[in-house]
């Protein structure tokens, strides 16, 4: 009978520990996954589509170039996110709007964390994948802009420059723009003076396309607004 006993409790210990260590697996796993940002990125392709990857800018052209200009810009949105001041228009009060977007932390192009995977050359265009390692910090901002007290609110942006990092960035830009401008008619009877706060590009995987000549941005993201001024009277 001890050893029957003896037998169930190295049975029950075997199983705890086998539960523990696939719960750390798990959790390691999901770790490693948090840890590295990794987003599709394309570019139109310059007048040499053919050419050999090498580590050298020469043979990429402008396409890799503009990679390596827009990818800051959308790490930034992502990690880090915007300080934002949003004017809307007011023809019978003579108001211009305005929109103004500020990182509250910036990445740098020269970040050295920053890798290109897997270039290929498809559809006139070059694709890679952009891989970067979060701090811990990192992750914890995220995750508390991951928690329901902060509104998802979505945008649409284009641009009809021809530079296409210059028109990335403004329908982006423009992208944020409307989303808070939807979120503020929601929120008021009357036109608001002034909006301002903090938005976050929730996307990993952004919806940038080119559509009719131009670039074109359907983003979803997190909104933070700091407070919302109304004017005293009409």
Known sequence: MPTDNRRKKIKLVSIFLFFVLCQ?????????????????LWAPMDENPGAEISSS????????????????FLLTGMIYGWKFEYTPSDKTRNVAEYFSLEPIAEISENDSNITFTDPAFWDSRVYCWLEYPRTDEMIIYRQRWD???????????????????????????????????????????????????????????????????NFTAYLDFFLYVDKIIQYSQY
Not at 58 to 72: F, V
């Open 57 to 72: 800018d020469t043979n990429y052209g402008t396409s890799i170039r503009s990679l390596k200009k827009t990818a800051p």
């Open 24 to 40: 750390s697996l798990c959790f390691s796993q999901v770790s490693d996954v948090q840890k590295t940002l990794r987003i599709k």
């Open 147 to 213: 928690s329901i007290k902060y509104p998802r609110v979505s945008g649409y942006g284009e641009s009809k420059k021809i530079d296409s990092v210059d028109a990335i960035k403004e329908a982006i830009t423009e992208a944020a723009k409307n989303a808070i401008k939807t979120y503020a008619q929601n929120q008021t009877k009357n036109k608001p003076k002034e909006v301002s706060g903090t938005i976050l590009l929730k996307d990993f995987d952004p919806n940038i396309k080119i559509i009719k000549g």
